[in-house]
C-alpha cells in the first residue's frame, strides 16, 4: 500500500513545468531536495508558454569564441561573425525599450548570470546552438553576421527544450506529475506549507512541503483579467502560448498577503497570423505563426494607411509591443506587404508553409481588393512612401543602415520601394505572449508582501515574477529571466 501521506510530502513543490519551473527543480534536485514538480497541462499538452517559443534566450557573452562550449557544432561557425554583447548593453537594452520601468536589482542580476547560467544547464544536458535563421543573414560572400544582442536559441526551440528539460528532470529523479490543477496556496502560522489541487480524476488533494515555487505564468488565457488589466479590446487577442496561465495562482498568492509586482498594465504582444486555421495555442506551428520580417516591408491598417515606424529599430526591441498597436487598429487586423524583390528576404520558418494566411496579387489595387482594403487608399500610401525613400544608403538588413523613408510615420531603416510585382499581403492581429505584471519578489525569488517582508515558504520565479518588464521587451529575456531566477529559487527553496 502506498503511503499517501509520504507520496504527497516532499522539501520543494514547483508549481509550473515550463523553462523558469524546470530550472528551479534541477537547482533544488541536484541540492538533494527531494521535488515535486507539478504541471497542470496534461501530457501532450505540457510545458507551459515555453513549449510555444522559438527557444531564443538573451544572454550576456564575448564574442563567438566566448560561446562554443556552450553551443552545439555547425559547420558555419567558422564564417560567422557574433559581436559580443556585454552585461552593460543588455541592461541598456532593457533600460530602452522598457523607458526605465525594468527593477535595477532584477536587472543586474539578469545580465550578469544569464551566461553562466545557460552554461550550467548545457553540464545538465540542455542543447543551445546559434539562430542562424532569425538572427542572421547570409551575406554575399557565404559568411554570417548576427545582430541586435541575440544570438543563441535551444536545439528544437521550445519543443525541444521542454523535452531536454523533461529529459534531466527524469535523470535527476525529479518527480513530475501531469494534469494537475493546482487552485490554493496551503498556510499555517503564516507560512506556506503546500498546495492543493485537482488531479486528472478530479479529486481534490494535498501536497506538502517546506518550500513552494510559483512558475505558473501570468494571466494572459483569462479574457476577463486580460480586460480588466489590460483594457477594453485585450480580450480580443489571440493566446499564442499554453491556455493554462489563466493567472489563478497569481491570485492564490495575493490572496494570502503577498504584493503584486511589475506592470499590470501591459504585455508581451506580436504580430500573429490573423487567417490561419488554428491560431491560438497551436501545438504543431508554435511560434511559426509569428510574423517578424516586418522590418523589410509596410504595416498598413484595414483603411490602407500606416500607422507606426516599421524600422525604428532590430525586431527584437520592437515585435513586442507591436501587437498593442495592431490590436488599436480597426477590426484589430493590420496587413505586411512585400514584393517580390523582398519575399525572398522573409523568414523561412514563418512565411513559406502551407496554410497560413497570406494574399498575392500583380498590382497593388488587385492586392487591396484581396485584402477588402480600399485600392485608392492602399496605392496612395504605398506610392508615397516609395517617392519618399532615401536611397543614400545601400538596404543593408545587418545593421541599422539609415536607409529612411521619409513619411509620416517615418520608416527609419530598411527602407525599399514596394515596386516589384507580384506583392504580397499577410494579415495580422495580436497575438498575446504573457502578461509584464506578476508577483513582487526579492533577487533570490521570495514573494514579498506590501511593507517588504517575505512570506515564508513561498517562492517565484517566470513569467509570475513582476519587474523586469514593461511596454515592451528585448527578444530573448523571458527564456533567460526564467533560468536565472528559476534556478536562484531552486537554490534556495
Known amino acids: 500500500m502506498v503511503d499517501t501521506l509520504t507520496e504527497n510530502h516532499h522539501d520543494v513543490i514547483i508549481v509550473g513545468g515550463g523553462n523558469a519551473g524546470f530550472t528551479a527543480a534541477h537547482a533544488a534536485t541536484v541540492r538533494g531536495r527531494r521535488v515535486l514538480l507539478l504541471e497542470r497541462g ?15 534566450t538573451r544572454i550576456a557573452h564575448g564574442g563567438l569564441d566566448d560561446l562554443r562550449d556552450a553551443l552545439e557544432p555547425d559547420e558555419r561557425h567558422e564564417r560567422s561573425i557574433v559581436p559580443p554583447y556585454s ?23 539578469l545580465v550578469e548570470e544569464s551566461g553562466p547560467t545557460l552554461r550550467w544547464l548545457t553540464r545538465l ?15 554575399p560572400d557565404g559568411s554570417f553576421l548576427f545582430w541586435g544582442g541575440l544570438h543563441v536559441g535551444n536545439v528544437g526551440g521550445g519543443e525541444g527544450l521542454i523535452a531536454d528539460h523533461t529529459r534531466i528532470a527524469d535523470e535527476l529523479g525529479t518527480d513530475v ?29 494535498e501536497f506538502r512541503a517546506e518550500s513552494v515555487i510559483l512558475a505558473a505564468g501570468g494571466f494572459e488565457a483569462s479574457a476577463e483579467l486580460r480586460r480588466k488589466h489590460l483594457g477594453e479590446g485585450w480580450q480580443h487577442a489571440v493566446v499564442r502560448g499554453t491556455p493554462y496561465n489563466t493567472g489563478r495562482m497569481l491570485e492564490a498568492a495575493i490572496a494570502i498577503g503577498a504584493d503584486r509586482g511589475g506592470d499590470w498594465s501591459t504585455a508581451h504582444s506580436v504580430q500573429w497570423d490573423a487567417e490561419a486555421l488554428d491560431n491560438a495555442s497551436n501545438r504543431e506551428l508554435t511560434n511559426r505563426l509569428t510574423r517578424q520580417s516586418y522590418p523589410l516591408g509596410i504595416i ?6 500606416r500607422f507606426l515606424d516599421e524600422g525604428a529599430d532590430f525586431r527584437n526591441y520592437t515585435y513586442a509591443k507591436y501587437g498593442r498597436l495592431i490590436l488599436e487598429q ?21 512565411y513559406d508553409m502551407p496554410g497560413i494566411g497570406v494574399h498575392e496579387a500583380d498590382t497593388i489595387a488587385d492586392l487591396a481588393r484581396s485584402i477588402g482594403v480600399p485600392a485608392g487608399a492602399l496605392a496612395e500610401t504605398v506610392e508615397t512612401f516609395n517617392s519618399s525613400i532615401d536611397t543614400t544608403n545601400m538596404l543593408d538588413p545587418t545593421v541599422k543602415d539609415g536607409r529612411r523613408a521619409h513619411v509620416s510615420p517615418p520608416k527609419s531603416n530598411w527602407a525599399s520601394a514596394l515596386a516589384t510585382p507580384p506583392f504580397f499581403a499577410y494579415p495580422v492581429t495580436c497575438g498575446i505572449t504573457f502578461t509584464f505584471g506578476g508577483l513582487r519578489g526579492d533577487s533570490d525569488g521570495r514573494v514579498l508582501r506590501a511593507d517588504g517582508t ?33 534556478r536562484r529559487a531552486g537554490n534556495i527553496a
Open 42 to 56: 496534461p501530457v501532450g499538452m505540457h510545458g507551459g508558454n515555453s513549449y510555444y517559443t522559438a527557444g531564443a
Open 87 to 109: 552585461p552593460a548593453e543588455y541592461a541598456a537594452d532593457l533600460a530602452k525599450v522598457t523607458d526605465g520601468r525594468n527593477d535595477p536589482d532584477l536587472t543586474a542580476v
Open 125 to 139: 544536458g540542455l542543447r543551445y546552438r546559434l539562430m542562424y535563421e532569425r538572427q542572421a543573414y547570409e551575406r
Open 177 to 205: 506529475r501531469y494534469g494537475i490543477d493546482v487552485r490554493d496556496l496551503l498556510v499555517s502560522d503564516g507560512r506556506v506549507i503546500g498546495v492543493s489541487a485537482v488531479d486528472p480524476t478530479g479529486e481534490v488533494v
Open 300 to 305: 498598413v491598417n484595414t483603411e490602407g494607411r
Open 330 to 350: 480597426p477590426g484589430s487586423v493590420a496587413y505586411q506587404i512585400f514584393d517580390a524583390e523582398l519575399r525572398p528576404m522573409l523568414r523561412t520558418e514563418e
Open 454 to 486: 517575505a512570506i515564508p515558504g513561498l517562492l517565484v520565479c517566470g513569467e509570475m515574477l513582476g519587474g523586469l518588464f514593461s511596454g515592451n521587451y528585448p527578444g530573448g529575456s523571458g527564456l533567460a529571466a526564467g533560468i536565472v531566477f528559476g
